[in-house]
């Protein structure tokens, strides 16, 4: 929701301004210089990337429009799905989560927190690590090891986007001079014409310059701040499981390794020891 009331902001701003000032809002509407500009971003956006990073590129872009579904609830449905998930691991061995990580949206356990069931990428990355703790053929260093290579994966497959926008919001005011330079180029030709027509000519070509850079500082290079902050909150979502699960593989009782999760939590949706404490105690009570 704050994307919309950003651009609106921009919007009555720059051109409530441009009124205030006594301008005519009639001599901005350049449809075709916004045609020269859209269209050359368009063109140099597929030209400069695979068709992989366009698929994520568009993906992604809707995602700017939603609120963050990473809250401190979310997070506490995860942590207590682990406490869950440890708990019965030391009451009852590694083999009796065997059926829980092999059928994750048929278990009762995962079944009790929809909200991290619906995330797939968090449940396969947990289960794929719970089923190598239970195969009990790696040790926690080399599980560390390839956490990390995965979560490094996960966020340079998720930095695609991020670039592709950011590319493209630093090239808008240069297609914007490339219209510019067009309307220049028609204004020169018509050099016989009377001096208020040319006036208007110059302004239109102006125009150009004018939207180039405002559609790159005030509409597309903010998405990429946008899609990066996203970034960064998923990427949280997986630290939590793997410290978790590496501080159980270390011999950590289930209330600890948790702990160890609820840790590396953004402050800002970080629960206390005390809130995590009561929903666990909430979830075992069901």
Known sequence: MLVPIGYLIVLSSVFGGFMMEGGQLAALMQPIELLMIGGAAAGSFFVGNNGKAIKATMKALPTVLKGSKYTKNLYMELMTLQFEILSKVRKEGLMSIEGDIEAPEESAIFG?????????????????????????????????????????????????????????????????????????????ASVGLPPAELGLLIADALVGTFLGILLSYGFIGPLSTQ????????????????????????????????????????????????????????????
């Not at 970034?231 to 939590?240: N, T």
């Not at 948790?258 to 800002?268: Q, Y």
């Not at 206390?272 to 666990?280: D, K, P, R, T, V």
């Open 112 to 188: 009790k927190y929809p909200g991290v069931l619906a995330d797939h990428h968090v449940i396969e990355f947990m289960t794929d690590y719970l089923r190598l703790m239970v195969s009990g053929n790696m040790d926690a260093f080399q599980i560390e090891n390839l956490m990390d290579n995965e979560i490094e994966t996960h966020h340079v497959e998720g930095e695609v986007p991020v670039h592709c926008i950011a590319k493209l919001g630093d090239a808008m005011p240069a297609f914007g001079i490339v219209a510019a330079v067009m309307g220049v180029v028609h204004t020169m």
């Open 227 to 286: 899609l990066e902050q996203k970034l960064h909150e998923s990427s949280k979502m997986f630290q939590c499981v793997k410290v978790t699960l590496l501080a159980s593989l270390n011999g950590y009782a289930p209330a600890l390794a948790v702990e160890f999760g609820r840790k590396v939590l953004f402050s800002t949706e970080r629960p206390s020891f005390a809130e995590l404490e009561e929903h666990i105690k909430q979830s075992k009570s069901k």
